[in-house]
């Protein structure tokens, strides 16, 4: 029997080879991405990867020169007028007025929607309301980002594109953020962010984009990303004086018999350790009894996933640029 | 930070609403910001005061008293602050600021903005015309009625011309420049533009050049329409032409990041 589909909903955004250059240099080239409706898609990739750019062409704020975007189905440039009121928008810079005080930008905001959300629990939740009285040109880079997001979302739309949205944000500030994009994501809003923050990415996302160079490099959620089949890695945490030799031949004589590559215990520093080789549950039981047997204590073990981190730095390069 | 319900459902205001919320949160800026009520109030009031007052500027009236001379042009002045350099400096710092970004892509959209701005700008100059006027009058100026209209007509044309000229350095300088380039235009055409002092008293060739000027060409309407209720259809022209040309060049040239 067929799976019922879900309620037919197109894409929140759909892109395809997407080209835009500045002075006939190519910022985005050939981008093709997909963000699906109702979920939260992280857009992940190193400074003046184009990111920004892919997301303002989204926005209709600039014109790609080659390729297609469909926002909610439509067409940015031309369907805008329909999807202004139906899309939030919080930009990098945060597009705030430096005279203005806080709630009155939020006032006005809600004016052009016509049923906006309540400004005062807006801003009580966001915690505007302690700066309240405070101008634009006066607020530190976090409060300036809490206020942009609640002007994103004043309208009620029913898709978000949030440029860095916890950029500059202390960490209580950015875990209230983050409680609001997944309640926004609980009521069926798509989103799509844009982030240098693994952790972001991997608390919120349901799809991660990573972006190097103008194009999408790896796409998939973080589950997929950091699981790769063949990367077979156990990290672990103990003291850092152990005796890894030791170690790796226990590990050794834990497997079953077979072709199997030694295995190599290599200390990262700090007591982390990262087993590479055929991980198995025997060699979880070896290294659990060898461990045991000198009296240390693990304090954290993982198998066979790379952190979204290591999966970033693999493909966009450690180097600085 | 506690919970509040985020239901989803969007739908724009009614376009007119969106338009005039915004012409009152520009008024509302432009009132409120010292620098701005400086050079559109305070500034134009003591012109129209000093001129009356003092004899700084020696200067034959043809036979019209010093307030019904100078009234009319220090009323094109403050209009020109308003529409020019005021909002040019506005509209350049919202511009960096990404705000001109953002209202783009609410309902409002930038049309909205453009119309929002514009109705902004009027309701300035309606302070201005009402301060400006009364202390005027409180000087003892006698406008000529039935020159009001035609006056009311050119303060329009005018409010366009330097509008348009203000979205035009505004959208292509950096804000730094649209500041210190719009205040010496003003400073400038205030001092040598045909504006305050008409062009016929200007020295040499300036005084055929700042007929051609929009600040001349505004000054002279203002003042063939408030000290002899005549039509001064060349100088309607001129601003009309400006008018056509800088909107042109702001409609083309005008970018938005």
Redesign the interface.
């Known amino acids: 029997m067929p799976r019922l589909s879900p309620v037919s909903r197109p894409p929140a955004v759909e892109i395809s080879a997407l080209v835009k250059r500045y002075n006939g240099r190519a910022v985005v080239s050939g981008l093709d991405l997909t963000a699906p409706a109702g979920q939260v898609t992280a857009v992940l990739g190193p400074n003046g990867a184009g990111k920004t750019t892919t997301i303002e062409c989204c926005?209709?704020?600039?014109v790609p020169d080659a390729g297609t975007v469909r926002v909610l189905g439509l067409d940015p440039q031309r369907d805008?007028?329909s999807l202004?009121?139906?899309?939030g928008?919080m930009?990098?810079?945060?597009?705030?007025?430096?005279?203005?005080r806080p709630l009155e930008m939020l006032r006005?905001?809600a004016?052009?929607?016509?049923?906006p959300?309540?400004v005062d629990?807006?801003a009580?939740?966001?915690?505007i309301t302690s700066f309240a009285r405070t101008t634009v040109r006066r607020l530190s880079g976090g409060q300036r980002q809490r206020l942009a997001l609640a002007?994103a979302?004043i309208?009620?739309?029913?898709l978000v594109f949030l440029d860095e949205p916890s950029a500059g944000m202390d960490p209580q500030s950015r875990h209230?953020v983050w409680d609001?994009i997944r309640?926004?994501r609980s009521?069926?809003?798509s989103i799509v962010l844009t982030t240098h923050l693994m952790d972001e990415a991997a608390d919120l996302a349901d799809t991660v984009v990573i972006v190097d160079a103008g194009a999408v490099i790896a796409q998939g959620s973080v589950r997929e990303l950091t699981s790769a089949v063949d990367d077979s890695t156990l990290r672990f945490s103990a003291e850092p004086d152990l005796d890894a030799v030791s170690l790796a031949r226990a590990l050794d004589d834990g497997r079953r018999e077979g072709p199997e590559a030694p295995h190599r215990v290599q200390h990262e520093g700090d007591g982390d350790f990262t087993v590479s080789g055929s991980i198995t549950p025997a060699t979880v039981a070896a290294l659990a009894g060898w461990c045991a047997s000198h009296d240390i204590l693990v304090s954290r073990l993982s198998i066979g996933r790379r952190t979204l981190e290591d999966v970033f730095l693999d493909l966009t390069g450690r180097s600085l640029r | 930070m506690t919970a509040a319900p985020l239901p989803v459902g969007s739908a724009p205001a009614p376009a007119l609403r969106r338009v005039l919320a915004q012409a009152g949160f520009e008024t509302t800026m432009i009132l409120r910001n010292g620098e701005q009520l400086l050079i559109t109030l305070i500034l134009p009031v003591f012109v129209l005061v000093g001129l009356t007052r003092s004899s700084v500027i020696e200067i034959g009236t043809a036979g019209a008293t010093r307030i019904d001379f100078f009234a009319p042009g220090v009323i094109a002045l403050a209009v020109m602050s308003t529409s020019f350099t005021s909002q040019a400096i506005a509209t350049a710092f919202d511009r960096r600021n990404g705000v001109l970004r953002l209202l783009a892509t609410t309902p409002l959209g930038r049309g909205g903005l453009l119309a929002g701005k514009v109705l902004g700008v009027l309701a300035v100059e309606v302070v201005q015309v009402v301060v400006i006027g009364a202390v005027a009058l409180g000087l003892g100026w006698h406008p000529v009625a039935r020159g009001a209209l035609v006056a009311l007509l050119a303060i329009l044309l005018g409010t366009a011309a330097f509008t348009a000229l203000a979205l035009l350095l505004a959208g292509t300088l950096r804000a730094e420049g649209v500041l210190a380039l719009a205040n010496l235009v003003l400073v400038l055409l205030a001092v040598a533009g045909g504006i305050v002092v008409p062009a016929s008293r200007l020295p040499g060739a300036l005084a055929h050049l700042a007929l051609l000027l929009p600040s001349g060409a505004l000054g002279e309407c203002l003042r063939d329409t408030l000290m002899h209720g005549a039509l001064p259809i060349t100088s309607v022209i001129v601003l009309v032409a400006w008018t056509a040309a800088l909107a042109w060049g702001a409609g083309r040239m005008f970018r938005w990041h």
């Not at chain 1, 009580?124 to 915690?127: F, N, P, S, V």
């Not at chain 1, 309208?155 to 029913?158: D, N, S, V, Y």
């Open positions: 926005e209709g704020l600039r805008a007028r202004r009121p139906r899309v928008v930009l990098q810079d945060g597009g705030l007025p430096t005279g203005v006005h905001l004016s052009m929607y016509a049923t959300l309540e629990p807006l009580e939740r966001l915690g002007a979302i309208g009620r739309p029913e209230a609001l309640e926004l009521e069926g809003v």
